[in-house]
């Protein structure tokens, strides 16, 4: 119903610039018949000289005798077709669960606002669509081609950038150079590899070997309570 109302709308807006085979005002001019038409033409082409197009809207017209006006249009202000039309588009957007940053609306949009709607876009639009479609082939295609196929898809959910640095910042040694540069659209640099920084217990260029217990030491005991050590 949303959808055929604006629809309606837009042709009724259209239509009007027509005039909707009806004029805008009616004048009934006492004493006029069909033997004046001379003056009736001259009228009306002063009407359409001195008052026609845009730049003469709203002239304030002043004339001698009795004369009688009717208006048989509707003003768009009165009728809040704006209005209506705006809250027509954001109905139909919500019911779709699409954000307004995505079909353009940037009207209270920022850079948060704009980067989080494609992340609500995927999670409330497209992913919960996306089920839908994966179970009904996996109910009713898959088991043509094998019993054990199992179908999946590519989450359109967006990664999570700033999660992802503030956990890469937050122990910078824990990922390498490579990934470091990954991360920032970079290919892997030839003479740039490994880890910024040793990691804990990790020595450079040497083999990570089991230590061996000290004399004495309950770690030497256990290996000693252990067959074949």
């Not at 490579?178 to 083999?207: I, M, T, V, Y």
């Amino acid at each position: 119903d949303e959808v055929d109302t604006d629809e309606h709308a837009a042709r009724y807006t259209k239509n009007a610039f027509y005039n909707n085979m009806l004029p805008g005002a009616v004048i009934a001019i006492e004493g006029f018949n069909e033997s004046q038409a001379g003056p009736a033409k001259a009228f009306k082409e002063s009407l359409a000289r001195e008052y026609g197009g845009p730049a003469n809207a709203g002239r304030v017209m002043i004339t001698s005798g009795k004369t009688t006006f009717a208006r048989l249009d509707t003003p768009f202000r009165d009728m809040q077709l704006v209005d209506l039309r705006k809250f027509l588009m954001d109905f139909v957007r919500m019911v779709y669960r699409v954000p307004p940053e995505i079909v353009g609306d940037v009207t209270s949009s920022n850079k948060a606002t704009s980067f989080a709607a494609r992340e609500h876009l995927a999670e409330q639009a497209t992913k919960p669509r996306a089920e839908v479609f994966l179970a009904a082939i996996q109910k009713h295609l898959a088991p043509r081609f094998d019993d054990d196929v199992i179908l999946s898809y590519d989450s359109p959910v967006p990664a999570d950038r700033e999660h992802r640095l503030r956990v890469m910042g937050t122990l910078p040694s824990a990922f390498s150079f490579d990934e470091w540069r990954s991360e920032a659209g970079f290919k892997p640099h030839p003479e740039r590899q490994g880890f910024a920084e040793l990691l804990p217990g990790q020595k450079p260029n040497e083999p990570q070997d089991t230590p061996t217990p000290a004399a004495g030491s309950s770690a030497e005991a256990d290996a000693e309570a252990k067959p074949g050590t």
